[in-house]
């Protein structure tokens, strides 16, 4: 017994059900940043001063991190279609470097965080808002680039032996990892000019 | 999801099911527990609010050391009351048991579409409701701030505050996995011929309730992040400039305890939608099948509910006309708060008028359909007054606003889910009620839930605020209303007592023979057309059947039966 549209679309809708799964998903995350975002407005316009970003954080390394994610979004689509194309080989090459590129994401995260911690005075969540805010919206992205790196890591390592056995149902996985995948993007794409150069 | 047909040892079949009617049953279960569970917080505390500072009977010396309930208990208690009965009851009843057991049976889907996250939603869930619960072993006791968690208040608040927000952290995940999963199993799973057009009023409002759920809860997590935040790592979102708290500090300030409540009643204001569509949804299914005849205006209903869906988003700031918010916004609000009253009445009027000229039948399910008609009628109608800001001036804080949404939730919300359980009881059991309890329980309970919330109008229009644990015996203009308070507080155990029908009643129905009937209403929905009661195992249905009509084709002129399954042809 079998769920319908399970790896085949639905004719009248299109879809097949994982695939409107992760759409109504991300609909829920965008309220979720959304919130955060608004909350941010809300702060800044509350108070006088506001400090700009680059009074705390480094644009540079920002600027490198947007470069490391959108290419790691554009290999992820390279790694499904890949799949689409039936090349097993290179989807293991793209997935692969979108694994590079995001864990290189996370090492530039890991600098630019201690250095706030090791600053004199420490820059901390607590020192005011505008740290405050941004510890917590690139905090909490953070949390979803690790998910997406267990997930991707999943499906380029073990999770694979599933293209033998399935290849259809794979290749819908990987896109549906990519809509994540390229969401967790766009909230970076948000969050560098607002926090950075804002 | 192929397990065929060999053995199932309990543990599988039961506790780790990933079948939908299996889910279904244990949200059930555990959400009715932690309703009785709930009110019995409201009945100790009523105790002490109708005889004040006296020893409680029999539990008192679990309580405080003179017997009296104390203050901070009296604080914790009602904040878990709220948080216990809106995310761990009714919730979970009306979405996650009702939805999860139904709506894949009268869409014609084998299962929900994503079993698996399924049953992960019942038991994050689960570990959610245990987390809350917790709160009350920690030092300081439960969560004190109120349901609403307001800040500076609830930032400087004892630990249970901080455990309140992990398990509103894991219920929001619970209902995101359950809202997805009932959103594309309807726009997904709906068998052959089952159009937008054909779904039953339940499905629509199971549906809008998903919707609302998705979109509604994760701003409300945002918020519980940055209060973690405050708590925790010393952040000050909520904390203004140039607050002093004895005890605390220093905060960097800056904050804003005005963002919480935006965030909060963001989520809190769809929330009261989300109690009140899936019991439309179960009085409209009740009340066509038990006067014979189609719901008035099938289509209106639909179009008042998804529009009653979209203005849920932007009325959350009518909580807000006296925080100093501003004029202007509270304009924008009164506006849009006296907007979404008309999809209300268009639906209550739509179920009225259905009643006209049916030949009704007097059964337990129907007696509190019709008993939530004029219960959730005053608790819309009492809301007017507290939507306009002028008028809430006044009735804010007070008894006033307990009375009314109460009557939403109480004998509105939870006598929908009572004439749910009575009448799909047969279809989970192939099993009938006993009628005589069932029809005790609902003269009893409505006359007792009235007995409760009718006096707090008249409390809260005397300006009696609430969240006092004397139950404002200090207050001289209370004087004249206090005396209210022994009378509601008899009423609520009274309440209480009149729910021993409602579990005599399950344990003897329980216990009784199956009486071999699959569909003993004469309905028309597939869920107990086109399958047996109780359903088949994991499938449903020996053969999906494929939808021909309109889900309330009863009496319909020169057909031999006064009901016209939705499956049959013609």
Known sequence: ?198 | MSEGNHKQSFWTKYIWSTDHKIIGIQYGITSLAWLLFGFVLISIMRYQLAYPGTPIPLIGSLLGPDGALPPETYNSMGAMHGTIMIFLGVVPLAFGAFGNYLVPLQIGAIDMAFPKLNAASYWIYFLGSVIMVVGFFVPGGAANSGWTSYPPLSNIATTGQTVWLWGMVMLITSSLLGSVNILVTVIQLRTDGMTWMKLPIFVWTQFITAFLLLLAFPPLEAAGILQLMDRLVGTSFFMPSGLVVSGGGPYAGGGSPLLWQHLFWFLAHPEVYVLILPAFGIVTEVIANNTRKPIKGYKSLVYAMIFLGFMSFIVWAHHMYLTGMGTTIGAFFQTTTMIISIPSVVILTALLLSLWGGSIRFNTPMLFALGFLPMFGIGGLTGLPLGLAAADIHLHDTYYVIGHFHYVVAPGTIFALFAGIYYWFPKLTGKRTNEMLGKLHFYSSFIFMNGVFMPMFIQGLAGLSRRMNDGGETYAHAAGVIHLNEFMTISAWLLGVAQLFFIVNMIISLRSKKTGESNPWNATTIDWTDTTSPPLGHGNFETVPTVYRGPYEYSVPNEKNDFSPQSQKG
């Open chain 1, 1 to 198: 017994m079998d769920i319908p549209f399970n790896v085949k679309e639905r004719p009248d809708t299109g879809l097949y059900n994982g695939k409107l799964g992760i759409w109504l998903f991300l609909a829920s995350e965008v309220m979720l940043f959304g919130g955060l975002f608004s909350a941010y407005i809300f702060l800044r316009t509350g108070v006088d001063n506001w400090p700009a970003g680059t009074e705390y954080l480094d644009v540079r390394l920002a600027t490198l991190n947007t470069l490391f994610l959108i290419s790691s979004s554009v290999t992820m689509v390279m790694s499904w279609a890949s799949l689409k194309l039936n090349d097993f080989k290179k989807f293991k090459f793209y997935s692969g470097t979108t694994l590079l590129f995001a864990f290189g994401f996370l090492v530039i995260k890991y600098f630019e965080y201690s250095a706030k911690f090791s600053h004199v005075p420490p820059y901390l969540p607590s020192t005011n808002n505008f740290l405050g805010i941004y510890f917590t919206m690139t905090g909490l992205h953070v949390l979803h680039v690790i998910g997406g790196i267990v997930v991707i890591g999943y499906y380029f390592g073990p999770g694979s032996k599933m293209w033998k056995a399935d290849p259809e149902r794979f290749t819908n996985r990987i896109e549906i990892v990519g809509l994540y995948w390229h969401f967790v993007d766009l909230v970076w794409i948000f969050l560098f000019p607002v926090l950075y150069l804002l």
